[in-house]
């Protein structure tokens, strides 16, 4: 189902007009924040001088009520100044930032710029730190699950778990860092290292940005999908990168734990544009863990996960649901637009159309309104008709046995470090159900893999040599020999949900914690 992302030499001119399209608007957008105007109407409210504003360049503006006080008196007297200047100016807040669709001006949170903490070389040792926390709604509480936590401006980072919580090792040569907070629909957070470590909750204000109807409307959903298509040598890059990672993947039948594995990757990333290399994986350690015994008379084991990781870049192996090729195939939706760190992006659902008879995806996909970077999509085979891809999903079938897919779930998340987006997070939940032929009970067997990345590296970036690299086609729990108790050392890794964690103890396992 996945392109291999050959669809570009069809159809090379429509690409191009595409782009160059785009290219114009784009920047058309953003010379409206950097146009100088010129105003003398004095001391007036702020929300009259919006309105002033507005008539002069035919922008209007949307923003949460709450962030602006339209009875508030300001100076509306400028000369030749930048409109994204007076814009600071007459809403006194530092805290604002501006973002431009179509012909409106949207106005968000910002996160605050953090003074550097002074040094306090005397507490600064080789050792290293392990921050631990966990990320939730500020006003619910609710765990805010995949959230993105990150050294500002470096590679550095994790993702939290299905619970909110995470654990990211800190370096000494890092406590003087920023730390960088962003999920989706909420205003990010930046933090000091030394403060985070001293905060083990931290929490997220959900940001709603009432988004006028003519915008949705306006927009076409398949032209953001090709210029998100069109985009990916600008958002991505053309060159390699080095990249550090956890991989775990696991088996569950009738919701017991049946086979666990987990490990530490480095991968070589190839450009996503210009080369037929292909990515590499190498595994620097693993462990596993398993029950199944002579006694089953069923398992299920999960071959090529660590090949599935790497297939799941659809910036790389293109999207069935963003290629040309196949977008006729879909019905697309823009359902919102949600903030993201200091941008927005679109909420776009996507579904196939019904007169396609074969299985495709339905999901949602997230794309940055400025560069149209994929910044999230989450999809699913057709459940209606994912009968159909039983040969896809299940091979060697035990004799005497019947099984077959019932539901496969895919989360992709990026994260742009630098203005280049890199691959951030990968997750696949598969439900299959199995019965013994002339049987009438079936058994369930849940099966997820997963891969976090947490560390990017662009200076020291070399392919592996063949005896390296990682046997990614064949089953992964399969090729480790024990579990290893001291296993993560100063390695990162993601730490499991309580669920998760509750079967691994009645598998008799203690997984190493962070001391």
């Not at 987990?262 to 544009?273: D, F, G, H, R």
Request: aromatic share 10%.
């Amino acid at each position: 189902m996945l392109s291999n992302g050959s669809i570009l030499k069809r159809f090379p001119a429509i690409v191009i007009l595409i782009l160059i399209a785009w290219q114009q608007r784009a920047d058309c957008q953003r010379n409206i924040l950097d146009s100088t105007f010129t105003f003398r109407a004095g001391t007036v409210k702020t929300g009259n001088a919006l309105e002033i504003i507005r008539k002069h360049t035919g922008y209007n503006f949307t923003y949460d009520s709450r962030l602006i006080d339209e009875e508030e008196k300001t100076e509306m007297t400028f000369r030749d100044t930048k409109l994204e200047v007076i814009l600071k100016n007459i809403l006194h807040k530092d805290s604002l930032s501006f973002s431009v669709i179509d012909k409106f001006i949207i106005i968000s949170y910002r996160k605050k710029e953090l003074p550097s903490p002074p040094a306090d070389r005397s507490s600064i040792t080789d050792k290293i730190n392990y921050l631990t926390g966990r990320i939730v709604d500020d006003e619910t509480n609710e765990p805010l699950p995949f959230a993105t936590i990150a050294i500002k401006n470096k590679g550095k980072g994790t993702i939290t778990n299905n619970n909110g919580e995470f654990g990211l090792k800190i370096t000494s040569d890092l406590m003087d860092d920023t730390l960088s907070v962003s999920y989706l629909g909420y205003v990010g957070r930046e933090l000091h290292v030394k403060e985070a470590l001293a905060d083990n909750k931290i929490s997220l204000k959900k940001e709603f940005i009432p988004i006028p109807d003519i915008i949705i409307r306006n927009q076409r959903p398949q032209d953001i999908i090709l210029k998100a298509r069109s985009s990916i040598s600008s958002n991505y890059g053309n060159t390699p990168a080095s990249m550090a990672g956890f991989y775990r993947e696991g088996i569950l039948k009738r919701n017991e734990l049946k086979t666990y594995s987990e490990a530490v990757l480095k991968i070589y990333k190839s450009p996503y544009t210009g080369t037929l290399l292909s990515d590499q994986i190498k595994v620097l350690k693993s462990r596993k863990i398993e029950t199944t015994g002579t006694h089953d008379t069923l398992s299920v084991s999960l071959k090529a996960g660590l090949s599935t990781c790497l297939e799941l870049d659809g910036a790389k192996n293109i999207y069935d649901f963003i290629s040309i090729e196949s977008i006729q195939d879909y019905r697309y939706r823009i359902t919102d637009i949600v903030t993201y760190d200091e941008e927005q992006a679109y909420v776009i659902e996507f579904e196939q159309r019904e007169n396609i008879t074969e299985p495709l995806y339905k999901g949602t996909i997230y794309i940055n309104t400025y560069d149209f970077g994929i910044l999230h999509a989450e999809f699913e085979v057709n459940p209606s008709l994912i009968h159909k891809m039983k040969n896809s999903f299940i091979s060697n079938q035990t004799r005497g046995f019947d099984t077959w897919p019932v539901s496969v779930k895919y989360s992709v998340s990026y994260r742009k470090v630098n203005d280049r987006y890199f691959l951030s997070h990968v997750r696949g939940d598969l439900l299959l159900y199995s019965n013994q032929k002339r049987r009438l009970f079936k058994s369930q067997f849940k099966v997820f893999f997963e891969l976090a990345i947490t560390d990017i590296d662009l200076k020291n970036v070399t392919r592996f040599e063949r005896e390296e690299r990682a046997p990614i086609y064949s089953i992964f729990s399969k090729t480790i020999k024990n579990y290893d108790p001291s296993f993560w050392e100063n390695q990162n890794f993601l730490r499991p949900e309580d669920d998760l964690l509750q079967a691994l103890k009645n598998m008799n396992v203690r997984l190493q914690e962070a001391p």
